[in-house]
């Protein structure tokens, strides 16, 4: 995808993608508790990791940064007009925050680890291992922080809209189909600019980040099978937020 007025998409989807969605994780501190910690230190810096891998100029951390900003700006934007339609007031994700080590950024008392990227519910931020997710940007491309940043993003909606699930899977397929809503309509909007072969490579992207066949659906951790990740997705991608469950 192109960028207009911001965001862009661009590379495949594959890699380093299937390991930064399926082992994330998306929580800490849980989605019926919004209230409480922060992210400590303030703003860890954003570290450069190896040399460049990808062709297409994907490249530096001063990119990265950009394209983090720029799905977050989208995002604010998308769920900014979604609430004023509903004639409700909306507060943005209080901030997102970059790590280097395990044990630098804390949720509710715990610690986040390497090589992850949660929503806190508990101090309303999305933290991430800069390290572990510029390399992923060179592998990968920019779609991957779109994707990632509006899953996150759509974690922290649920929590303002008060949703709640008995089972992880729950929570994780409704933030997949609300990620897709909100790239979709941005995509309508002009605001993303879909490039030739990006929906494809989602979809492609998408398959692989399901779950291990052998994973339970009611275990604590659950996101889905790469066909039930993949529907959630282009079901709210294709229809909008009216096909995510929201009411």
């Known amino acids: 995808m192109d960028r207009r007025a911001t965001g862009r998409f661009r590379g495949p989807l594959a890699g380093l993608l299937v390991a930064l969605v399926a082992a994330g994780g998306c929580f800490v501190g849980g989605v019926s508790d919004p209230q409480g910690g922060e992210p400590a230190p303030p703003e860890p810096t954003v570290a450069p990791g190896t040399a460049a891998t990808r062709a297409d100029g994907t490249t530096s951390v001063e990119e990265f940064a950009q394209d983090v900003a720029d799905a977050q700006a989208v995002a604010e934007r998308y769920w900014a007009a979604q ?59 920019d779609a991957f922080v779109f994707y990632l940043l509006g899953h996150e993003y759509a974690h922290g909606i649920q929590v303002r809209l008060g949703i709640r699930y008995d089972f992880t899977i729950q929570q994780e397929l409704q933030a997949d189909c609300m990620a897709g809503a909100y790239l979709g309509d941005s995509v309508r909007s002009g605001a993303l600019t879909l490039g030739e072969g990006d929906l494809e490579e989602f979809r492609e992207g998408l398959a692989a980040v399901g779950d291990d066949p052998d994973q339970p659906w009611f275990a604590e951790g659950s996101h889905g099978t790469a066909e039930q990740r993949t529907d959630s997705f282009f079901r709210g991608y294709e229809r909008s937020l009216a096909a995510c469950d929201l009411g």
């Open 83 to 141: 609430f004023r339609a509903s004639g409700e007031g909306f507060r943005p994700i209080r901030r997102i925050v970059s790590y280097q080590r395990a044990g630098e950024v804390y949720c509710g008392g715990q610690a986040l680890p390497r090589n992850n990227a949660v929503y806190c519910s508990q101090g309303d931020f999305i933290a991430y291992d800069v390290a572990w997710s510029v390399a992923a940007f060179r592998q990968v491309g």
